[in-house]
């Protein structure tokens, strides 16, 4: 059985992994050239503690707030743009409890199993990709974030998560090599995190071992259906056929499903990260400094500080008062780092594909039917990428995923 896998970030490429896993003969078709998309370059995380989706209760008063405010780390760009509105209404209707007590039981399962698969796929030959398992603190200022994350850590806890609240002495004695200028953390320890450039690397590589065909410079054009049946899809210079076809395209995943005459509420969050090699300082465990909304990571020798999501169509420009607004706020929590405002040239960014609930879009689509829709994973793609890419392989299979996945039904906007 033949399958085209539509897109390759995490998302595509987990999913080709676990077909051809199963005796699929698998095809991933990538407009790029596989050395970068948003699944490199982001903060490496695996995070089950990530249990609230992005539409929560409080996150539309604080991006009314930070409109105003350069550096900010949360910005939607007002556009007269269809796409941008459509997400938007659903989005405000969505930012309340009743959505994050829906989704977090889903999220939880999806992340615990996805966390599950990346410790099996470290102990398969040809993987190393610096799997740690440290968890990851979320450390705070001020008595405000204290009350509130002391209150998500209760939740975390109350779903069978581990999870500590520390005093900023019990942190900085884990951390004794770095000042830390903070009130106190919460500990998740059971979080994860990674080298996403090896990962991905390495998930290339396992598929064309085992016989899988990568096309890069392919951009799918466009799509022959007939009966609810996709017969081909094209690239300019050619086409394939298959069983089925996985669609995986990230924040470009409403032009791909459009082909197909699927409507998918998503929006790109672009953000933005700095990888620093061999640091004078480091830290040994992750850390989320959580006003700020900045993630740092030491994986693999490097330091990898990444932040701001600013929902908005694809561009290439750089936000410089967002990157200073990173680099600014990690010396505010860790004095003993100093971070220089790079240079353009030196400064990664990537489009988180947000959905317009927080939860994923994954499923078999009802009006095609060798379609699979996987994306809009929005903050946790990566983590949530083995376990996507199991859940498709099961589907594709017939077989009942092993974790519940009806919130994630990718037509329940259409
Ligand atoms: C700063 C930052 C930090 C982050 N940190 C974390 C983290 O710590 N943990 C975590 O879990 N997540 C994190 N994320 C989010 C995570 O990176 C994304 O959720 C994930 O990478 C999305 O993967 P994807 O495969 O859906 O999309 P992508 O990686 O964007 O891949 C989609 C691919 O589809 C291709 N494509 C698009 N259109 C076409 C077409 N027409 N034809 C062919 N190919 C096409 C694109 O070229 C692209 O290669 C972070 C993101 C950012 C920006």
Redesign the pocket.
Known sequence: MKAVI???????LCSAYYLQKSGWQVTV????D?TD???F???????PSHITPLASPGIIAKGFKWMFNSKSPFYIKPALSMQLINWGILFIRHANQKNVDHGAPYLRDLSLLGSHLYDELANQPGFDFALEHKGIMVYYKTEKAAEEEAHLATTARSLGLDADVLSKEQVQFLEPGTELDILGAVHYHCDAHLYPVKLMEQLMQSIMQNGGVIKTQ????GMDISNGIINKIH?EKESFQADLFVV?????LP??CKMAGIHIPLMP?????ITKKNPEKKLNIPAILCEARV?I?PMNGYMRY???MEIAAVNKEININRVRGIVESVTKYIPGIKLELPEKKDIW?????CSADGLPYIGFSKKIKNMIIA?G?????????TSTGMVVADLANGHTPSVKIDAFDPERFS
């Open positions: 539509v897109g390759g970030g995490i998302i595509g078709v990538e407009r790029d596989l998309n948003c699944s370059g982001n903060a490496g995380y695996i995070v392919s951009a799918v054009t690239t995986s395209g990230g924040s470009w032009d791909l969050g672009k953000g933005y990260s993630a990571t990444g932040g701001t960014y990537g489009f988180r594909p994306g994973h929005s903050m946790m793609g990566l983590g949530l990428g």
